[in-house]
DNA sequence: CGTTGCAATGCAACCCGTTGCATAGTAGGC
DNA sequence: GCCTACTATGCAACGGGTTGCATTGCAACG
């Protein structure tokens, strides 16, 4: 919810163009957060309707022309008001739990494999977290750095837990083979 | 994603009329996933036209007359076909991830009472589940059970995550306060 | 020089989820 | 007997996200 004020944010940390939002969604954010150049485009154009951002043509060097966006003083205030309001949790709905639940009606053998890749999956993401952690995040951090690792840590975390839960599911499911012969 | 399929579980594990579902959507699925009554009777309404389930009139003896859907063989195999597809993990977006970076731009002791607030409902979260998981899922458990106890035990865990890491989240805060003073 | 590839922006259409509203019947409170 | 509340179903409209396609400009490859 609320890709307006990722985005809001994500400029504060960096005025930037449409693309290159859309790639940095790709790779550090983008990690728990997954936005098309799409959605990026229009809730830009929103927001400058808004007066939240402004965007200033920046006459391509070598690439064609982009609109680099800046954050406002009334977005900023928009930022901080937002700051204020109460967020809900987000269920995290994950598909691989139903599926748990609807093999019960099948054969539960057969989400070994997919239960294994994604533990590979998760276990790989935390690993590309840790080295985020050993490359960007060791010694002293200013405020700024000090808050966004401990954004990093939630997905360390989460991996983590992730993977671990993963790995003791493998075990029940191999369980209830060896339990059905 | 494919509230299709997340129905079609439920309806195996219980026959049940549209109404019922979203009832059960609110309480043990809806913990991570939310589902309102609309949705689910547009799904049941494309669900039955594909011949997946079939609703069949049960007047009521004090209700209103009520429409019990059971799963066809049709969706049987769809849903066995479904289980083999790969699933991919589902970013977990929450705002409160982003706010912690945006705090960096203005007061971050502001989110303290929002951090706690989450804090709290996280861990009376995991407090439900846990006493589900003791009323439930004690003793010997048959194959469906084992399964649904997983699912619960993957809740238990990532409730942990995020009470510790609010908690966590809370000590930086507080250390940041002390650092700008 | 033409083709392929990528940076950068955008339109249009569709699907899904959310919100607000409507209805109809039954049960219970005052 | 009326009002409120709850069960049970549904329509309509809006907004956000996704997908597919289109365009312009530069750069590099053969």
New interface residues.
Partial sequence: ??LD??L??SL??KPSSGYALARRFDRSI?????ATHQQIYRVLARMEEAGWVKGRLKAGDAAPDRREFTVTALG?RE??R???E??E??????????????????E?V??LG?VE??RA??AERLAQYRAIEARDFSGPLD??R???Y??L??GI??E???T??CA??LG?LR??ER?DR
């Fill in positions: 919810m609320s004020h990722a809001l944010v504060l940390e983008g990690h728990f957060w997954q900023r930022m901080s937002w700051l204020g109460p967020t949790p987000q269920g995290y709905r994950d598909a691989l739990m139903v599926k748990l639940r609807g093999a019960a009606f099948d539960p057969r989400l997919e890749r994604r999956m998760h405020r700024q000090a808050l966004q401990q954004v840590k939630s975390r989460f983590e837990t992730w671990e839960w003791e599911t029940l369980d209830l339990r």
